[in-house]
């Protein structure tokens, strides 16, 4: 079984900004697509950013312009540089790993935005 462990959540006001990491067995991170997920309380979980290997990088319309999806290959780290930061961002933030189509999926951090 795959660990992935996040880390970075917390509470913050509306406008301000967070990072999340997420660490990755080495082994396999390299030759992923990394991404984050969210899920909000009584929703679904959906697709935030994605990055690819060779660092291509995907986002929900949402959050283009505010969040930054980025890895460090010698770190098997992806962050996801959260700024401007709204009420309707907070959610458990997932990292996900998608290593030739097996997903494996962390724990969760919980990202909360209140004023």
């Known amino acids: 079984q795959v660990q992935l462990v996040e880390s970075g959540g917390g509470l913050v006001q509306p406008g301000e900004s967070l990072r999340l990491s997420c660490a990755a067995p080495?082994?396999?991170?390299?030759?992923?697509?990394m991404g984050w997920y969210r899920q909000a309380p009584g929703k679904e979980r959906d697709l935030v950013a994605t990055i690819t290997s060779v660092g291509s990088t995907n986002y929900v319309d949402s959050v283009k312009g505010r969040f930054s999806i980025s890895r460090d290959n010698a770190e098997n780290t992806v962050y996801l540089q959260m700024n401007s930061l709204k009420l309707e961002d907070t959610a458990v933030y997932y990292c996900n790993m998608n290593f030739y189509g097996r997903l494996h999926w962390g724990k969760g951090t919980l990202v909360t935005v209140s004023s």
């Open positions: 080495g082994s396999i991170f390299r030759n992923s697509v």
